[in-house]
């Protein structure tokens, strides 16, 4: 489980902008925030470095 929806939200970012910035669909990143889907450990780090936090703060500790 992530919580990329969560920081989204707390950074005032948009999916739409995440997803053009990882060059993903929407849809797959609509399904990153709702945790139907789990990105690969390199598409976790780029979304940190995105969105300037450490990749930790994208995971769940359970």
Request: contains cysteine; aromatic residues 6%.
């Amino acid at each position: 489980m992530n919580r990329i929806k969560e920081v989204l939200q707390q950074k005032g970012i948009k999916q739409t902008w995440l997803a053009e910035k990882l060059g993903k669909s929407f849809n797959i990143v609509n399904d990153y925030c709702n945790n139907r889907r789990q990105p690969s450990i390199e598409t976790l780090f780029k979304i940190s470095e995105l969105m300037n936090v450490n990749v930790r703060e994208l995971l769940n500790e359970k």
